[in-house]
């Protein structure tokens, strides 16, 4: 009659992560003749992605963002997509040139901390990471002005002009403005203290020192 066959099969893979795994089968007929064959499979993994460490930024300062993707390449190119999982209220998360790219530059439109996700897709499999972002508020930049020409004295007093300037991010409540006098041989007065553009007084001759701060 026919010879009956006997089939041994072993299934195997290499080390844990690795994308193949192969088929062995081993086949022994009634008289002890054996034959064996073998196939290994190829298999896609899910890629990885990393983002750099949270951080802080100045706000409207442009940072550029940091991230590493690595795949098996056995399907399509990774794809890169940045998004902002949350963030202040009226904050946005701007991306240049675009949320596609995996190292862009990011701007933020207000103060406060933003989660940013970045998912990498290879034709298959997604993988992300988050990171956080605290966008802190600017300090004002005030300019006192240069300082005037020594001045002839003459009495009973001499006024000189300021013209102060100063700027701000504009993300708390508008500048407000004080001038002070530092140090100087008699009191100064201020035409009015609370404007960039103002005047001061002087009583006696020597030298004056006279400050500009800016109050957000």
């Known amino acids: 009659g026919l010879n009956q066959t006997k089939t041994i099969q072993w299934v195997w893979c290499p080390a844990k992560g690795a994308n193949q795994c192969g088929v062995r089968v081993r086949a022994t007929d009634a008289v002890g003749n054996v034959g064996m064959n073998q196939v290994l499979y190829t298999f896609n993994q899910k890629p990885t992605v990393q983002t750099m460490l949270d951080t802080s930024t100045p706000v409207a300062d442009p940072l550029k963002l940091k991230a590493t993707a690595d795949d098996d390449g056995f399907l399509n190119p990774l794809t890169y997509a940045w998004t902002q999982v949350s963030g202040p209220a009226g904050g946005t998360a701007n991306f240049s040139p ?8 990011v701007t933020f439109t207000n103060i406060g901390d933003y989660v940013l996700r970045l998912t990498v897709n290879d034709g298959f499999f997604n993988a992300s990471d ?9 300090p004002p930049v005030v300019s006192a002005g240069k300082d005037p020409p020594s001045i002839n004295f003459g009495l009973p007093s001499v006024s000189v002009t300021l013209a102060g300037s100063a700027s701000d991010d504009g993300f708390l409540t508008p500048l407000t403005y004080t001038w002070t006098q530092l140090n100087g041989p008699s009191a100064v007065t201020f035409g009015n203290d609370a404007l960039l553009a103002t005047t001061a007084a002087f009583k006696a ?3 004056y020192e006279l400050q500009l701060e800016a109050f957000d």
């Open 98 to 105: 675009g949320a596609n790219a995996l190292e862009p530059i």
């Open 205 to 207: 001759s020597g030298e």
């Open 130 to 138: 988050d990171i956080t972002i605290t966008v802190q508020h600017k």
